[in-house]
C-alpha cells in the first residue's frame, strides 16, 4: 500500500486530462524511480487512470479521483480528510457513490423545468428518495442552513410531483465539515464521514424525519 502522503500528493494533482510520466513523477514529488514505479503499478492495479507505456503517458478521467478516493478510505484513510480535497462537482460525485455502495440507484446534478428547480444528488431505492443537496462550505449559520432545509423540502416536494413511482422521500443536507446541527424540522444535517452509518440507521429515526409521500 502507498503511504498517506503519496495518496494525498495522488488525490491532489488527479484531473480529468493527460500527463507525462516525468512531469506527473515530478507533480507528486516522488523522486526514486522504484517508488514511482510502484504509485504506477497500483493505480494500473486499481483501474485509476489510463496508461500508454508507449507515449509515456498516463490519463484521467473526472471519476478516477472519486475511485481513487474510495480505495484511499477502504485503506483507512480519514474519509473527512479525503473529502477536503474534493471541488464541490467532486463532492457531489462522491456522495453519490457512496450512496451507490448502499444499493442506491443515482442522479448527479438534475434538472427539472415544472417547476424549475436543481437537485444535487437523487437517490432511490425500493420507490423510495433521498432528495440530497451537498454544502461544500465550512461555517453557517442556524437561520442560513434553515433556508437551504426550506428550499431543499420544495425541492423534494417538486420532484415527487414529476416521479409518481416513488412513495417516500427524505429531503437532507450533507455537509462536507462536521455540523453542529443534525436535525432541523425533521431534515437530516449529515457530515460526509457519517454518511454510510447514517444511511445504516435513520430507519430507526423514523419518527423524528420528515418523510414526504406521494
Not at 484511499?72 to 480528510?81: L, V
Request: hydrophobic share 45%; aromatic share 10%.
Amino acid at each position: 500500500m502507498l503511504s498517506q502522503a503519496i495518496i494525498n500528493k495522488i488525490l491532489l494533482n488527479i484531473k480529468a486530462q493527460s500527463f507525462n510520466l516525468d512531469y506527473f513523477q515530478s507533480l507528486l514529488g516522488v523522486k526514486n524511480n522504484e517508488v514511482f514505479t510502484d504509485v504506477i503499478s497500483f493505480l494500473d492495479i486499481n483501474k485509476i487512470g489510463r496508461l500508454s507505456h508507449k507515449n509515456k503517458i498516463i490519463s484521467f478521467s473526472e471519476s478516477d479521483k472519486i475511485q481513487m478516493i474510495l480505495i484511499a478510505i477502504r485503506s483507512g484513510c480519514d474519509i473527512q480528510t479525503c473529502s477536503q480535497l474534493l471541488t464541490w462537482k467532486d463532492f457531489e460525485l462522491f456522495t453519490s457513490e457512496v450512496l451507490i455502495k448502499s444499493d442506491y440507484d443515482t442522479k448527479v446534478n438534475i434538472h427539472l423545468t415544472k417547476p424549475r428547480c436543481q437537485l444535487d444528488v437523487v437517490a432511490v431505492k425500493n420507490n423510495f428518495l433521498l432528495c440530497i443537496d451537498c454544502k461544500h462550505w465550512r461555517n453557517y449559520s442556524r437561520s442560513a442552513i434553515m433556508l437551504y432545509i426550506e428550499k431543499q423540502v420544495v425541492r423534494t416536494r417538486n420532484f415527487l410531483v414529476n416521479n409518481k413511482k416513488i412513495k417516500k422521500a427524505l429531503p437532507m443536507l450533507i455537509t462536507l465539515y462536521d455540523s453542529n446541527f443534525k436535525l432541523i424540522c425533521g431534515v437530516p444535517v449529515v457530515p460526509i464521514k457519517s454518511l454510510q452509518s447514517f444511511l445504516l440507521e435513520f430507519e430507526a429515526l423514523e419518527d423524528q424525519l420528515l418523510f414526504l409521500y406521494n
